[in-house]
């Protein structure tokens, strides 16, 4: 069992910068592959950013030089670094868990608004 919570979404203007955390409790925290997903209003959730238990990232074209992704395993805790915002990244973004047999765990998830 693993349970996800993240934290750090908020309110900011375009171009600027947030940090999203994601705390995973449970054990198996530094063989999952880790993720994070975004749903803004009236569309379908899509992958943001996915990175490998041995720290290989994927990003979605869409936020590709803007988005960083790490991983502390001492803290079990996945960082998604965003910069130069815009209002299309106005999401919830959720953190998502997958165990090596491919069980998939989300988090409630943080809001993001970008907006003048």
């Known amino acids: 069992q693993v349970e996800l919570v993240e934290s750090g979404g908020g309110l900011v203007q375009p171009g600027g910068s947030l940090r999203l955390s994601c705390a995973a409790s449970g054990s198996g925290f530094s063989r999952n592959d880790m993720g994070w997903y975004r749903q803004a209003p009236g569309k379908n959730r899509e992958l943001v950013v996915m990175i490998t238990s041995s720290g290989f990232a994927n990003y979605a074209n869409s936020v590709k030089g803007r988005f960083t992704i790490s991983r502390d395993y001492a803290r079990n805790t996945v960082f998604l670094e965003m910069n130069n915002l815009k209002p299309e990244d106005t999401a919830y973004y959720y953190c998502?868990?997958?165990?090596?047999?491919?069980?998939?765990?989300w988090g409630k998830g943080t809001p993001v608004t970008v907006s003048s």
């Open positions: 998502k868990s997958t165990t090596e047999n491919g069980v998939p765990y």
